[in-house]
T-cell receptor, first 116, second 110 residues
Framework: ETGVTQSPTHLIKTRGQQVTLRCSSQ?????VSWYQQALGQGPQFIFQ???????GRGNFPPRFSGLQFPNYSSELNVNALELDDSALYLC???????????????FGPGTRLLVL | GEDVEQSLFLSVREGDSSVINCTYT??????LYWYKQEPGAGLQLLTY?????DMKQDQRLTVLLNKKDKHLSLRIADTQTGDSAIYFC??????????FGTGTRLQVFP
């Protein structure tokens, strides 16, 4: 158990809808990263949040957006869902100290999204 | 570019050693990681190695790093059926993200 929690565990949406996924970071961690894992693939980095701001972004379109709250929890929002958005969405928390990153990331159990 | 490669499958007999291999591309990675994923679950951190180390041992796990060849391996001694899972290696070329391989599915048979 890493202490990173995600909700919901499973979700079914239809094409064109919007979805919000939630993540609570491990106690003491201040950085949250989101990853998309398509079936049979390794996780792909979406973006990272630190101090409520986006700290880095992977090759994902703007309809993928996020938020981080003062308690370091985070949301991933996806607008205009497409069939290819069906995947396991993983969040990971880590600790950045004095603005220095690169610490080990601990993952939650993920949210499995199915887009029909 | 950023690319991490792993073989897709490995099958071993219970009690034997398993060796999972990985090659990565970015020599600036400070840490290299091994994660384990069981069916329907998230990623569990198994171990990691700092880039200035050649080897790290942690109970049944041994990580070897050849920085010149950008090659990383994970050896699991006395492999058990509970070790059956997908194993991902990951590099951290930037401080904000991990780059994962496609994973190696380890199957342990009695």
């Amino acid at each position: 158990e890493t202490g990173v929690t995600q909700s919901p565990t499973h979700l079914i949406k239809t094409r064109g809808q919007q979805v919000t996924l939630r993540c609570s970071s491990q106690s003491g961690h201040n950085t949250v990263s989101w990853y998309q894992q398509a079936l049979g693939q390794g996780p792909q980095f979406i973006f990272q949040y630190y101090r409520e701001e986006e700290n880095g972004r992977g090759n994902f379109p703007p309809r993928f957006s996020g938020l981080q709250f003062p308690n370091y929890s985070s949301e991933l929002n996806v607008n205009a869902l497409e069939l290819d958005d069906s995947a396991l969405y993983l969040c990971a928390s880590s600790l950045a100290q004095r603005g220095v990153f690169g610490e080990t990331q601990y993952f939650g159990p993920g949210t499995r999204l199915l887009v029909l | 570019g950023e690319d991490v490669e792993q073989s897709l499958f490995l099958s071993v007999r219970e009690g034997d050693s398993s060796v999972i291999n990985c090659t990565y591309t970015d020599s600036s990675s400070t840490y290299l990681y091994w994660y384990k994923q069981e069916p329907g679950a998230g990623l569990q951190l198994l171990t990691y190695i700092f880039s200035n180390m050649d080897m790290k041992q942690d109970q049944r796990l041994t990580v070897l790093l050849n920085k010149k060849d950008k090659h990383l391996s994970l050896r699991i001694a006395d492999t058990q059926t509970g070790d059956s899972a997908i194993y991902f290696c990951a590099e951290s070329p930037n401080t904000d993200k991990l780059i994962f391989g496609t994973g190696t599915r380890l199957q342990v048979f009695p």
